[in-house]
């Protein structure tokens, strides 16, 4: 086979790791789980915010957070794994105080995201789906995250990093190990992935409008269609 060929790339691509017993699950937990669940007409619609709760408790999906879900919903535990084995956001292995993600989809790629990645690695001492020694990071290489507008993208505990370089990277990782304060670039300073977990799950902790919500070069076709007086055509028999 000649040239170059296409690589998938399925990170943690294995089960939960049942070995790991280990829990932070208490009642409190479980009467948050059951919180969740009645929020929905169908209970089980509740799952996914669920699963973001025992990430936050466990800091991954544990076996006893895929019993926990299972219990509150009335559901086998086979079900709740075939959920959260599924959506790559749900680790199957413990992460870091700060999981960093790294885009090196095709347009992050162009603008370097592959060398921010090299350097990432070099500075923390890991590749992805690894964490550091001290528990500090765990590293993910990210599919596109919906913000090539700001390639090439890097995320700390979910919160955008845009634009960035190799340089401004190695500062941020700094910031971070050192505790300093980091703001994303749109969106709210930097606390911890346990904390972005449980804001996921849907328990919120009063800090969504820290920072500004879209970027320039989001906003830069509409302030020209505005200059223009362009506007969409209304569909066909539409009675707007
Ligand atoms: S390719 Fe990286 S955000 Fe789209």
Redesign the pocket.
Known sequence: MSGHEFQSYFPESGSVDMTDTSTNIDETTMAELRELAGRYPQSRSALLPMLHLVQSVDGRVSPAGIEACAEVLGITTAQVSGVATFYTMYRRRPGGKHHVGV?T????AVMG?DALLETVEAKLGIHPDEITPDGTFSLERLE?????DF???MMVNWEFMDNMTPAKAEGLLEDLAAGREVQASRGATITSWREAERVLAGFPDGRADEGPSAGEASLLGKGIADAEGWAAPQPEGSVL
Do not use: E
Request: with cysteine; aromatic share 0%.
């Open positions: 885009c989809t095709a347009l992050c995201g596109c995250n919906a913000a090539c390639a090439p993208v």
